[in-house]
């Protein structure tokens, strides 16, 4: 669930990587309905497999994610899913 990923992402020291195909469609989802900033770059041609993914870059969580999150949280989490911060070099 795309809910529970970006809670996991909520708790990341950004950026992160994601390699696992699924897991990039997931950010995909998150992306598309604002919630992260991400970077995954198109997919090259692989091997017999099909197609080969490099991994996406987690950047940040977005103002919208941030509050998705709060409004998803305990009543006493809440305060701690506040802000817009990119946690990248903390």
Do not use: H, Y
Request: with cysteine.
């Amino acid at each position: 669930m795309c809910m529970n990923l970006l809670r996991r992402l909520a708790g990341a020291r950004l950026p992160c990587v994601e390699a696992d195909p699924a897991m990039i469609d997931r950010l995909r989802v998150l992306e598309a309905a604002g919630q992260i900033e991400v970077r995954i770059p198109p997919a090259s041609a692989g091997t017999d497999d099909g197609p080969r993914q490099d991994v996406a870059t987690v950047t940040s969580i977005t103002p919208r994610g941030w509050k998705t999150l709060a409004a998803d949280a305990p009543p006493g989490e809440a305060l701690s899913f506040t802000g817009t911060r990119r946690r990248s070099g903390e």
